[in-house]
């Protein structure tokens, strides 16, 4: 029996999305020609559209669909015309690198971001600035305090982007709530396909585009869309978010799974056990037990996770998330990631807790760990 625990590095594609993807793969039409079938391939990406703002408390004519969230966060940090850029220390490397000048806000040991010191960072400086900080982090799922990011950005004249690709449609996001000025998300973290995501931006506010030789998406990122695509995004989006309730159960699955792995291994450590986190997310490590020692024999008895490093040219370097939170080096080459989804199952939590606790009984020599729930 296989166990797929790996959603935040991408979901299986919901129903819905798979019914509108193949039924559009099967037409023809470039949405920006004028004749029938090209009005009929315009319609549904403006379907899409509606259904994107819809689902995350924005306007349509804010919607800019791209091939994911890395060009979204690429656009939105190159696009926005601040010479002045504060990203946190716990971004993905698609903010991160997109914006090696950067101003670094740190996080506390557990995993949020440090909102004095960004107060204190932008008090400094008047030049015009642009903060990035995303809703939820993706190696330990911890949710950042966007909302209150926001007060403190606008208040000195900045401009907010959020990249809120983890935490769309398994929390309640809405925009306009948030305060967020740039929302990127991505259609493959949420049930979607691959190759699709959307920069969101709030009423009224320019974007340089980064893409130039069309004027799709009303000139900010030209490229003919990938009308199966986005059709299936806006299905998948809707979905998740008319089913967020089921996340309810996923975080008992969670916390059960938290509970066993600590009891079989009591020296493991849970990285933003104590901050608000994302229900399908956890991230922990155990000293001298290496990531990729875990992901490979989890592999091989067919329970899929990540590493909580990253990966570049077969070298392992520990996280910079866990870095930014103070982990020592040895502890968070570590440190693995569990991500359950929307039809993660009882099955898939004991398949990990069984492999991964005859794993931990192997190498500390005592034999295989009871890996039933009490």
């Known amino acids: 029996m296989s166990a797929y625990l790996d959603y935040n590095a991408t979901a299986p594609l919901r129903p819905e999305a798979a019914e509108i993807m193949t039924r559009l793969l099967a037409e023809t039409g470039n949405g920006s020609s004028v004749h029938g079938a090209g009005r009929r391939a315009r319609a549904h990406v403006e379907t899409a559209r509606e259904q994107v703002a819809g689902a995350l408390g924005a306007a349509p004519a804010g919607v800019v669909f791209t091939s994911g969230g890395t060009e979204a966060n690429n656009l939105a940090i190159k696009g926005a015309g601040r010479k002045r850029l504060l990203v946190s220390a716990i971004e993905h490397p698609s903010v991160l690198e997109a914006a090696p000048e950067a101003e670094i806000i740190p996080a506390d040991e557990d995993g949020v971001v440090d909102l004095a010191a960004l107060e204190a960072l932008l008090a400094g400086d008047d030049t015009p600035a642009l903060v990035s900080i995303m809703m939820a982090n993706n190696e330990t799922g911890v949710v950042q305090p966007v909302a209150a990011a926001a007060e403190i950005v606008h208040r000195h004249g900045a401009l907010l982007h959020t990249d809120a690709v983890q935490a769309a449609g398994k929390l309640p996001v809405d925009m306009t709530w948030i305060g967020a000025d740039m929302m990127t998300v991505s259609s493959h973290k949420l049930g979607g396909p691959q190759g699709a995501g959307a920069l969101i931006l709030r009423d009224g506010l320019g974007l340089e585009a980064q893409i130039r030789g069309g004027g799709q998406e009303r000139g900010h990122r030209a490229g ?36 066993r792995i600590g009891a079989a291994a009591p020296e493991a450590v849970f990285f933003g056990a104590r901050a608000e986190r994302l229900p399908n997310t956890l991230c ?91």
């Open 224 to 259: 003919t869309e990938n009308v199966p695509g986005i059709a299936a995004f806006g299905a998948a989006l809707d979905a998740a978010c008319t089913s967020l309730a089921c996340y309810d159960a996923i975080e008992e699955l969670r916390d059960d799974m938290e509970l």
């Open 284 to 374: 922990f490590g155990v000293p001298g037990l290496p990531s990729e020692t875990q992901v490979i024999s989890l592999d091989l008895a067919g329970v899929m996770v990540s590493a909580g490093s990253a990966c570049s040219s077969g070298k392992v370097e520990p996280s910079h998330v866990l870095a930014a939170m103070g982990a020592p080096d040895d502890l968070a080459r570590s440190s693995i990631r569990v991500s359950l989804g929307w039809d993660s199952t009882e099955d898939d939590v004991q398949a990990f807790v069984s492999a991964w606790s005859e794993l931990h009984g192997r190498t500390r020599g005592g034999g295989a760990v009871q890996a039933s729930a009490a």
